[in-house]
């Protein structure tokens, strides 16, 4: 009965490779949200979207393309992976675009070899 | 965006309530005052937030400063279960639909640590 729901939970991979990150909520919200926590732990929004629609990008370089395939998913591809791309990434929703409180996911390790 | 000052790191007693500070001297009359926290290999955990008034709930108090430049997140019983670290961040309510003005910016935050 997990809310927000990420995988993989690790992912370990080489430069230049391609990978995806999968997000699903099950409780029935509108907005969605991808975060990125560096090493030295800041967490910070990369994009929303409301309703598969995209409302934040937040000048992420244009190598992440994230997908709503529909409101209860959001979903992070990643191509021609670099090492800084290493971090831990969460997916996260709110009720709505007013995103009061967000519901976060347990996270994607992303190590980048 | 609007700042806020946490101290980095606190302590207190299992079972002992704790008060954890959050300093926002150039606070907007439009923003909200949010705390999350961030248990250890977890993701963030909404806790409360407030505008103006002091607010309650199952997990939290928020008491917020007259002025509003400050508040304090109040933990009624510190568990074991209660070490994280604890964020205060100043959230515009976006009037605009995709706008990124109340986009939630973390901070450092507080490390919070509870001794049994």
């Known amino acids: 009965d997990t809310a927000v729901s990420q995988t993989p939970k690790y992912l370990v991979t080489q430069m230049g490779n391609d990978k995806s990150i999968k997000c699903e909520q099950n409780?029935?919200?509108?907005?969605m949200y991808w975060y990125k926590q560096d090493s030295k732990k800041f967490l910070k929004i990369m994009f929303s979207?409301?309703?598969?629609?995209?409302?934040i990008n937040e000048t992420v370089p244009n190598r992440f393309s994230p997908k709503s395939p529909d409101k209860a998913h959001l979903n992070l591809h990643i191509n021609s992976l670099e090492l800084g791309d290493s971090a831990v990434y969460f997916c996260a929703s709110s009720q709505d675009w007013s995103g009061n409180e967000q519901f976060f996911g347990p996270g994607t390790r992303l190590t980048v070899l | 965006d609007a700042k806020t000052t946490q101290p980095n790191s606190m302590e207190s007693n299992e079972e002992e309530p704790v008060h954890l500070p959050c300093n926002h001297s150039?606070?907007?009359?439009?923003?909200?005052i949010h705390w999350y926290r961030q248990l250890p290999s977890q993701g963030p955990e909404y806790v409360i937030h407030?505008?103006?008034s002091n607010v309650n709930n199952r997990m939290a108090s928020l008491a917020i400063a007259e002025d509003r430049k400050s508040s304090t997140l109040i933990l009624h019983r510190a568990t074991l279960r209660d070490a994280a670290v604890y964020y205060c961040?100043?959230?515009?309510?976006?009037?605009?639909?995709?706008?990124?003005?109340?986009?939630?910016?973390f901070g450092k935050g507080t490390k919070l640590s509870v001794k049994p």
């Open positions: 979207y409301n309703n598969k629609e995209l409302i």
């Open positions: 150039t606070i907007s009359g439009t923003d909200y």
């Open positions: 407030g505008l103006t």
């Open positions: 409780l029935g919200h509108d907005t």
């Open positions: 961040i100043l959230r515009v309510k976006p009037m605009n639909y995709g706008g990124s003005q109340g986009n939630l910016i």
